[in-house]
């Protein structure tokens, strides 16, 4: 039986401000910070814990238009997750629900990029 291989997932996220933006996003997933190598920044999972790596990657031009991939994270206190997000430099804008079990509230990070906080 062949088996096939893994296939390892890094998230790439374009930046104005890749320094900066890695500094909210390692905070936000609770993620540790590796060097800054010329125009990126790489944020991995805490020793431990499991995730994907997060690549920040420097782009001339600002986010124009809505992403066509967000992020959900899912967290066990969402109201909680809002103000420390908030906090960090993230901007609460709208919330939605379907039927009577799932609900998300929508969030932008500091560059604008859209992410959703849920509940576990």
Do not use: C
């Amino acid at each position: 039986m062949d088996s096939e291989p893994e296939v390892g997932i890094v998230i790439v996220l374009d930046s104005i401000d890749p320094a900066r933006l890695a500094g909210f996003w390692a905070e936000a997933l609770r993620y540790r910070r590796l060097d800054d190598v010329e125009q990126y920044a790489v944020l991995l999972p805490r020793q431990g814990a499991s995730g994907p790596m997060l690549l920040i990657q420097g782009v001339g031009e600002p986010k124009q238009g809505k992403n066509r991939m967000h992020l959900d994270l899912h967290v066990p206190d969402v109201a909680a997750e809002v103000d420390r997000l908030v906090a960090l430099g993230a901007s609460r804008v709208g919330e939605g629900v379907i039927g009577d079990t799932i609900s998300w509230v929508r969030m932008l990070d500091p560059e604008g990029n859209e992410f959703d906080l849920a509940p576990i």
